[in-house]
């Protein structure tokens, strides 16, 4: 499937729902958060979400800063 | 009875540190030597920025070198240049860290990185709205900082000088009126170089003080770290202390009499 993730897009195996997108990205589920097409979506909602192709997906983490 | 720092906890939206001094985790050249000058620090607020995952390699995780069981993180919005960009990020940072804490950063020049208090007071207010606790980066303005309160921000955090250029204190009469004019806690955040920027915000009689680069771009940050926080410590101690009053003139501190001639 095709989605655009981080503002790039790519074409990935398939994954159903925001959980299965994270392991196939190798994403560990720990301190990230995912928006999918602007919207957050909150950590017990990651299996319930479908992924369509070209999806907005948005996935940060905490890095160094001040 | 006589002042003991152990006893006087910083209090922040109903949450004791012991520590007054809160820093940040960017610029570091490696991991390992920040997470040295964190502990060496004896912070217990750490800030932390949200940022875009790396899709393609699998670089090393700043969460792997900062115990959470130890260290409080305080996600920030820098880099945000409007009030909407910066309550996503604050939404953002809250998903992925599960805390209300927010340092809000809206910028409103590039190049002196001052903010844009107009969008931060309106992005306060939607935060506290929504559950937040919001600790606003705020530039050396009293009317600002009690607007701040107003809306109600769990702190104010004036900066001493622009972010990351080292200049100290520029303007402490400000900073003694915003003290005057808010009762929430007000931290200095931005613009400390080095141990004695920090001793004065203190010495004013500031409830905590923020930085990053101060710590970061030294020489020897692990060094610098400990340095920040003996200088927040004696700070806090002079302030509670009280100091003498400036006068013009000599007062000798060895009797007058019974000198031997």
């Given at each position: 499937m095709t989605l655009a993730i981080n503002g790039e897009t790519r074409t990935i195996?398939?994954?159903?729902n925001i959980r299965e997108l994270l392991g196939v990205l190798g994403i560990?589920?720990?301190?990230v958060a995912v928006e999918l097409n602007g919207k957050i979506i909150r950590r017990a909602e990651w299996e319930q979400m479908r992924l369509s192709d070209m999806d907005r997906v948005e996935i940060v983490q905490f890095v160094g800063g001040g | 009875m006589t002042y003991s720092l152990a006893s006087d906890p910083l209090v922040l939206a109903g949450k004791s540190f012991r520590s007054r001094l809160l820093v940040g985790t960017?610029?570091?050249?490696?991991f390992p030597l920040m997470k040295e000058a964190l502990e060496r620090s004896g912070a217990e607020i750490v800030t932390v920025a949200v940022r875009r995952v790396n899709l393609d390699r699998s670089t090393e995780s700043l969460l792997d070198y900062i115990d959470t069981s130890r260290f409080t993180l305080l996600p920030n919005t820098a880099g945000c240049y409007t009030a909407d960009e910066a309550v996503r990020a604050a939404c953002l940072g809250r998903e992925a860290?599960?805390?209300?804490?927010v340092k809000l950063e809206v910028i409103?020049?590039?190049?002196?990185?001052?903010?844009?208090t107009e969008a931060l007071l309106a992005a306060t207010r939607t935060l506290v709205k929504d559950g937040f606790v919001v600790l606003p980066y705020t530039n050396d303005d009293p009317v600002m900082a009690r607007k701040l309160e107003d809306a109600g921000a769990a702190a104010v955090m004036p900066l001493?000088?622009?972010?990351?250029?080292?200049?100290?204190?520029?303007n402490p009469a400000n900073i003694r009126i915003i003290l005057e004019s808010v009762s929430v806690p007000v931290i200095v955040d931005a613009?400390?170089?080095t141990a004695s920027d920090a001793a004065i915000a203190m010495e004013l009689g500031c409830d905590a003080v923020l930085m990053n680069t101060g710590i970061a771009g030294a020489g020897d940050a692990v060094a610098m770290a400990e340095a920040m926080k003996l200088a927040v410590q004696a700070g806090r101690m002079a302030y509670k202390a009280g100091r003498i009053p400036k006068r013009l003139y000599a007062s000798a501190s060895s009797p007058l009499q019974g000198i031997s001639r």
């Open positions: 195996p398939a994954a159903g560990g589920e720990s301190r | 960017g610029k570091y050249e490696t860290g599960l805390s209300e804490w409103g020049n590039e190049k002196t990185l001052f903010p844009d001493g000088a622009p972010i990351g250029s080292g200049m100290g204190i520029q613009g400390v170089g």
